[in-house]
Structures are given as structure tokens and as C-alpha cells.
């Protein structure tokens, strides 16, 4: 799985990645603040302008049947903002291998899967690489088979990881923003593991079973919820309990 050599192992990657629905948004409080950006969405009187160029087919096929254009066939451009970024940060260390390693690629997948709005998906050894940059556009299947590539090797620097966790992060406009630390949070490099995790908005860890001790005490240091996972069937659960807040 780690190589995705295998096609159908990454088909059925995709398969499990499509259960999760990342739900956010509800979370947010109306007056969130936040930079927006103009986006076409469906027609609403109070909501923008007539996006004349999303609207022509069905302008056009409405002209051709002599009827009035309904409403909901109509789209209009109008500001709106993101209401969740979140950056997935996988451990790809050493420690991490078999099941564990096999939970975090499909967690990518998942989130690269079921996301919608801002992400990034970042894995980290001793350096950190970014499977999706947030200001970066790939395909769903381009960011899973990505993720699905990733090799435990190396040591594991914890604080690197969730300094670029923030970068990331602070690249959105997004009112919520998130980042989901799958490690057993075991540094094995130099860094202030805690001052870095105080830098982010909102820090959730998932740890493999039997293997916690280290990731509850940092979630426990910094206030983050965290939970823990005994192998990739149960990783879409944990990932919604744990960003229930």
C-alpha cells in the first residue's frame, strides 16, 4: 500500500475515503470574521448578481421553450468566504509503519476525498513534505495517490511539522481553522514541541492504539481534543469524533 503499486488497493482506498463527510461548517458562529471572495452559487434575490455566463444554458434553453427561467436554474456571482480550513499533518517517521502508516494514508485520502473548502495535507518525517499545499488545486485522485505513497523512514521532528501546520493554515481565510495531527507525537528532532502546537487555532491529534502516551500529553499541555485509532477501518470514525468540539 505504501508504494501504490497496486491499483486496485488504491481504488479501494478511495472506496473507504468516500464515507467521510467533513462537516464543519455548521460549527461556525454567524459573525465569524474573515476575508471573503467572490464565488459563483445557486440564484437567491438577496444574494448577488446573475452570473450570465453559468446562467446561458438555461437562459438559452428557457428562450427556446417560451417560458419563464426558474429560479433555481439560475446561478449568480457573489461574495462569500470559507467557513473551515483544515491541514491534515501525517506522521511518516520511523515509528509509523504497517497498520499505523496505513491509517494515515487513508486518512489523507479521506479528507482529500470528502473536503470541501480549504486544505492541505501535509507528511513529515524529519522534513516535511506537502501531499496538497492549501493554495495549491489537485484532483482528489492526485492528492490520494500522493498520500497512498508515503514510506515510515527517518526521524521525527513534531514541532516542524505543526510550524508548517500553521503556515499552512494562516494561507486561508478561513474563520476555523484546523489542523488534524496523526502521530504517536514521539520527537525524535530538536524543537519546542509545545510552543508550535500553541500557535495554531485549533489542534485535534489522532494516535495509534496502545502507543498514546506521548500524543495525550501534548493534546493535554495545550488543551487539544484527541483520540486514538486501532487501524485504517477505524479512522473515519475517529476523525469525526475527534473534530467534534
Not at 494514508?105 to 501531499?131: Q, T, W
Amino acid at each position: 500500500m505504501t508504494r501504490a503499486t497496486d491499483a486496485g488497493l488504491r481504488d479501494l482506498a478511495r472506496s473507504v475515503a468516500a464515507r467521510l463527510f467533513l462537516d464543519l461548517a455548521r460549527h461556525e458562529p454567524a459573525d465569524a470574521p474573515g476575508i471573503g471572495r467572490v464565488e459563483s452559487m445557486p440564484y437567491r434575490p438577496d444574494r448577488g448578481d446573475i452570473d450570465i455566463d453559468g446562467s446561458l444554458d438555461a437562459l438559452v434553453q428557457a428562450d427556446a421553450e417560451h417560458r419563464a427561467i426558474d429560479p433555481d436554474d439560475l446561478v449568480v456571482r457573489a461574495w462569500a468566504k470559507p467557513a473551515t480550513a483544515w491541514c491534515l499533518v501525517v506522521d511518516r517517521s520511523g515509528s509509523m509503519y504497517g497498520a499505523p502508516l496505513a491509517t494515515a494514508a487513508l486518512s489523507a485520502a479521506a479528507v482529500a476525498a470528502r473536503a470541501e473548502g480549504e486544505y492541505a495535507v501535509l507528511s513529515f518525517a524529519r522534513e516535511v513534505v506537502a501531499p496538497k499545499a492549501m493554495w495549491e488545486v489537485r484532483s482528489v485522485d492526485d492528492v490520494i495517490d500522493r498520500t497512498l505513497a508515503l514510506r515510515g523512514h527517518g526521524t521525527t521532528d513534531v514541532a516542524g511539522a505543526l510550524l508548517a501546520a500553521n503556515a499552512q493554515l494562516r494561507a486561508s481565510s478561513a474563520p476555523r481553522q484546523v489542523a488534524i495531527l496523526l502521530s504517536d507525537c514521539r520527537s525524535t528532532e530538536p524543537g519546542d514541541v509545545i510552543g508550535a502546537a500553541r500557535t495554531l487555532d485549533e489542534l485535534v491529534v489522532i494516535a495509534p492504539e496502545g502507543d498514546s502516551d506521548e500524543a495525550a500529553e501534548l493534546a493535554d499541555t495545550v488543551g487539544a481534543r484527541w483520540t486514538t485509532v486501532d487501524g485504517p477501518s477505524t479512522i473515519v470514525a475517529a476523525i469525526a469524533r475527534v473534530l467534534e468540539r
